[in-house]
């Protein structure tokens, strides 16, 4: 049974979207950039007071606003799809999260750094950010296949932004492997949310390779690796918080496709979108 909040997101068509929230910028008509122009307004708004100055900056980044069905409506800051007050209006974008294996089978772990302004402090997987609504992310021709390479090719660039792992090593050490969407909705402290469509995406060092890890202080406070018993582990420690979405995928798949890192064969390229509304 699909919540009532489920419903609102699923009958929002495109044309809904954009007149219910004006700031989105339709596709056709987006920047094609990074981020939208900053101001010196920014700082000053009241959902920033107190937060750390490269974080604001990293609130005009171009989201990709979706429908239900994945499908791209336009451009949206980071800002905007945050906003609790946008999200239960059911303002939908894309995601994806990266659980970056070593040659052991080991998944590294990030705690987000204080200065996030979304889910600060909190343990996660590897790297969770958001494709760009840019060509090379964006997935132009609409099929998943190109959405999944949209999304492998964010994943490559924030790695290297958050954990400082160089994007040639991610390009020719391991492979990605796409496992399959979810959809899911979750507040963040005040006034900040995620509403997601997320790509899963795994990716596991080739045989014999290492990788460089030198994270970036400014988007992660610790980092560890970590067997599928040490993390069953720290999910048993009262003292650790955990983000809202790795937890669902912990509780639903994680510790299933793990045993089956060597071979994933048969649980990759899931077309369906799972709903967790």
């Known amino acids: 049974m699909s919540s009532q909040y489920a419903q609102l997101v699923k009958q929002l068509a495109a044309e809904d979207i954009l007149e219910k929230f004006p700031e989105v910028i339709p596709l056709q008509k987006r920047p094609n950039t990074h981020s939208s122009e900053s101001s010196a307004d920014d700082a000053k ?7 750390d100055d490269e974080q604001i900056r990293l609130m005009n980044e171009n ?3 979706l429908d239900w069905e994945d499908e791209a409506i336009g451009a949206g800051t980071k800002k905007l799809c ?6 239960e209006k059911g303002l939908l974008h894309r995601a994806f999260s990266v659980f970056f294996f070593d040659n052991e089978g080991k998944l590294l772990l990030q705690q987000r750094a204080s200065e996030k302004i979304t889910f600060p402090d909190l343990w996660t997987n590897t790297c969770c950010s958001h494709p760009l609504c840019v060509d090379d992310e964006l997935g132009l021709g609409g099929s998943l296949q190109e959405k999944v390479q949209g999304a492998v090719t964010a994943a490559v660039r924030k790695l290297e932004h958050e954990l400082g792992i160089p994007q040639e090593e991610t ?7 796409f496992l399959n969407r979810i959809h899911y909705m979750a507040p963040s402290n005040e006034p900040w949310g995620e509403h997601e469509i997320d790509y899963i995406l795994f990716y596991r060092l080739g045989q014999d390779q290492k ?10 406070r610790d980092f560890k690796w ?7 582990s720290m999910f048993e420690d009262p003292s ?3 983000t809202p979405w790795f937890k669902l995928i912990c509780e639903s798949y994680l510790y299933q496709w793990w045993e089956q890192l060597k071979d994933l064969s048969q649980v990759e390229n899931d077309p369906t979108i799972h709903r967790m509304l």
């Not at 390009?171 to 492997?177: D, E, I, L, M």
């Not at 990788?211 to 992660?220: G, H, I, L």
């Not at 970590?226 to 069953?232: H, I, P, Q, S």
């Open 45 to 51: 708004d009241k959902v920033f007071s107190g937060h």
């Open 63 to 65: 989201c990709i606003v």
């Open 82 to 87: 945050h906003l609790m007050s946008n999200i």
């Open 171 to 177: 390009k020719t050490r391991g492979q990605f492997h």
């Open 211 to 220: 990788s460089t890890v030198d994270p970036n202080v400014n988007e992660v």
């Open 226 to 232: 970590v067997t599928a018993e040490e993390l069953k």
């Open 240 to 242: 650790l918080k955990f």
